[in-house]
């Protein structure tokens, strides 16, 4: 599936109707899945309808053992050799927001 093809409600939508169907395949009702949750049953149904929250989302694909889909998520950013021996041990802590080098009354492209 493309979802930069995809706005943003339909991607919500679409992640709502993949946890529904994975709830249906372990064969739980939203209620039973509310108990095992300690998640309200309101906050199911939002899920399953596209309106979830992040740490919903995390709660109950922890309960229906599908934890390690977040890893799809947002993969873990490796660095190279060469930025790891240009750092010399310094973790990045926030970005500089230069996006390139301009010269003196040069606009920008975008």
Known sequence: MDHYSL????????TGRR???LRLRKNLTQQ???EATALSLNS???LESGKGKLLT?????????ALDALENFIPEVTISPLQIARQ?????Q???GKRGKKSPGEK???
């Open 94 to 96: 926030r970005a500089s």
């Open 32 to 34: 039973q899945l509310s």
């Open 108 to 110: 920008a492209s975008w």
């Open 57 to 65: 989302i995390i709660t109950v694909l922890r309960e229906l053992g």
């Open 7 to 14: 706005t943003d409600k339909a991607i919500c939508a679409e």
């Open 88 to 92: 010399q041990g310094k973790k990045r």
């Open 44 to 46: 199911i149904k939002a």
């Open 19 to 21: 946890i529904k169907a």
